[in-house]
């Protein structure tokens, strides 16, 4: 019986029996019996990755599925009888599962190769935002309260001041452009200023802006950028490569009412959908700022908003000033809202930040001592993450793309590295392969140290410890079973690929082919030669050989070549064939009539007056031109 799990949804459970989403497969039972045991899902959970955990009791082994419904299964570990049973996350963030046989408690860990936040290279300040380079993760833009703005090129190790030409030290917002990294605006008590060169020097730009307070600004794909003010119910844009700011829409707020615009986001999924978090609830625009509407259904009705951040597919997550029910989630591009806050405390959300590497891992910076919150499951439930940030307020949040976040806080910046460290490994390997002909599989890996692989490896192929790649020309035919490559990590385990076998079988061998037409009749003594073409696909070495060769000729076995000087007569059923050293390809078989010679000069046919060339008509007959041209009389002559 096949071992699976199953997914419960919303509508109930998924039958499992039918193909679809909800049926997982797991890798050790039939019909996949790669990895030994045989399945017995027994205990789920959560885990600190965004993944789930499960264990095998009969399959000896724990799995993991990701969002996307990849199946990895890896060893316990542990040396003899292993039977995993439960399975839980931990509150130190790794999992602990208990195993029956072994009569031992278990820990995968490697999920955080930081789990404590570390102050990096001193900001005395205050830091209200930050930018990463999307070329180059190392350089951090940091814009402080009273400081300016702080460029460290290695990854926060250390900071300098870069304020050359910036006359507002207050910066409340960074934004780069992405198709210049070099270009990069910041939003300060006075206005944008730029910089064209990566922070070397600045510019003001608020031609069409004034000196407003620019709380907020965000770039879409093509470098238009948008900004947002304090005290002003209006986002501003500029397009790529001018120097005047147009009005990017008024907001609908009311009369009454002098909204800041404390936060900009653009939708990754579509660009002209723009969201304004206010201090008037939510708005946006379906058509890059030309016109703006409330998008405020449900919780959010007139929410004092602080922080906006949207995954790839597009699904919104609003934080507000609003301690115990503080963060906020639309799957529908802002058509309804559902209040997310399951194991946050009494705080208030200054900051949000998706997970580049997972959608699912979602940050959340407060105004409180409580200061950093983490969700592994797109905001389902929340946890405290404060190791080493304690008493801190988190103003600014940014993720690399390699997970490492970054936290702009009331005492400078801190980084916490978040690295799923379990290797990965997918790939179809080929099961075929022919003698002689080239064979190469690499597999696709995360997290891979080394590799290894394990069972009968046809002769002639190799394998390559680093890249996981298994390659060469196969040299002898046969069934090679139990192939298994593993991606190994450095003291995480290793993950397997599904045992494969590899059918070398022999190389088709094709007939070679021979063709030309023989010369059918010749004079004696007229000097005569014949060569048939020959080849063969394969580049086998060919050999010609003969049958009925007329005694006056020579014939060679390297080209086939049929020549020499005849006497009359008629030699026939002669037969060139040629050989690839397995298979044979003959011409037809053909007859040469050579006749005597006679006259005394012409060059024969079928008028002239010369003697010409006797026309053989039967055995010891020929047909002599006659003497009257033209005419067609001719004499015969038995044959002496």
Do not use: C
């Amino acid at each position: 019986m096949e071992s699976q799990l199953a997914r419960m949804a919303t509508s109930g459970l998924q039958n499992i029996q039918a193909t679809g989403s909800a049926k997982y497969p797991l890798l050790g039972s039939s019909p996949n019996p790669g990895l030994a045991g045989g399945g017995g899902p027994t205990g789920i959970t959560a885990g600190p990755d965004g993944n789930l955990w499960y264990t095998e009791y009969a399959g000896n082994q724990i799995g993991r599925i990701t969002p996307a419904g990849v199946v990895t299964e890896y060893s316990t570990g542990i040396t003899g009888y292993s039977n995993p049973y439960g399975i839980t996350a931990g509150s130190d963030g790794n999992l602990w599962f208990t195993d029956y046989s072994a009569n031992q408690i278990g820990k995968i860990s490697g999920f955080m190769a930081t789990t404590t936040w570390q102050q990096t290279g001193v900001i005395s300040d205050v830091v209200l935002a930050l930018a990463i380079d999307p070329t180059n993760s190392q350089i951090i833009y940091a814009g402080s309260h009273a400081s300016g703005i702080f460029k460290s090129s290695n990854g926060g190790g250390s900071w300098s001041a870069i304020n050359t030409g910036l006359s507002s030290m207050v910066v409340n917002s960074l934004a780069i452009d992405p198709t210049n990294n070099q270009n990069i605006y910041a939003g300060t008590g006075s206005g944008v200023f730029q910089s064209i060169d990566g922070g070397g020097t600045w510019s003001v730009l608020n031609n069409g802006l004034g000196g407003t307070n620019v709380l907020s600004l965000a770039i879409d794909p093509a470098g238009t950028v948008y900004a947002g003010a304090w005290a002003t119910p209006s986002v501003y844009k500029l397009y790529k490569g001018n120097n005047f700011w147009s009005l990017g829409g008024d907001l609908p707020v009311p009369l009454n009412v002098a909204a800041s615009i404390n936060s900009l986001a653009i939708d990754p999924t579509n660009s002209q959908n723009v969201y304004a978090a206010t201090t008037n609830g939510l708005y946006q625009t379906t058509n890059a700022g030309g016109s703006w509407s409330v998008v405020n259904n449900g919780y959010l009705a007139s929410a004092w908003l602080t922080a906006l951040s949207i995954d790839s597919t597009g699904v919104v997550y609003a934080g507000a000033d609003n301690p115990g029910n503080s963060v906020y989630q639309s799957t529908n591009g802002g058509g309804t809202w559902t209040s997310i806050n399951n194991g946050l405390t009494n705080q208030s959300v200054l900051a949000l930040a998706i997970d580049p590497t997972n959608r699912q891992t979602i940050y959340d910076g407060s105004h409180s001592s409580n200061g950093m919150f983490l969700s592994t499951n797109g905001g389902g439930t929340w946890s405290a993450i404060n190791n080493g940030l304690s008493g801190n307020i988190v103003f600014a949040l940014a993720i690399d793309p390699t997970g490492t976040v970054y936290a702009g806080t009331s005492n400078g910046v801190f980084k916490r590295s978040y690295n799923s460290a379990f290797p990965t490994i997918s790939g179809s390997p080929a099961t075929t392969a022919t003698v002689g002909t080239a064979y190469s599989f690499t597999p696709t890996a995360t997290n891979a140290a080394s590799f290894s692989i394990t069972g009968s490896v046809p002769p002639g192929l190799n394998f390559n410890t680093t890249t996981g790649s298994l390659s060469g020309t196969p040299t002898v035919a046969g069934l090679y079973t139990g192939i298994i490559i593993n991606a190994n990590s450095n003291g995480n385990g290793s993950a397997t690929l599904p045992a494969f076998a590899i059918t070398v079988t022999a190389p088709v061998n094709h007939a070679p082919t021979i063709s030309g037409v023989p010369t059918g009749g010749i004079t004696a003594g007229t000097y005569y030669s014949f060569t048939p073409s020959a080849s063969d696909v394969d580049g086998n070495t060919l050999t010609f050989s003969i049958a009925n060769k007329p005694s006056w000729a020579t014939f060679s076995t390297l080209t086939g070549m049929l020549s020499g000087t005849p006497t009359a007569g008629t030699y026939s059923n002669i037969q060139i064939s040629v050989s690839d050293g397995s298979l044979t390809t003959s011409l037809p078989s053909f007859s040469i009539t050579v006749a005597p010679s006679g006259g005394s000069g012409g060059t024969g046919g079928t008028g002239g007056t010369g003697g010409g060339t006797p026309v053989p008509v039967m055995e010891g007959w020929w047909l002599l031109p006659g003497m009257l041209a033209g005419v067609g009389i001719f004499a015969r002559r038995r044959k002496e």
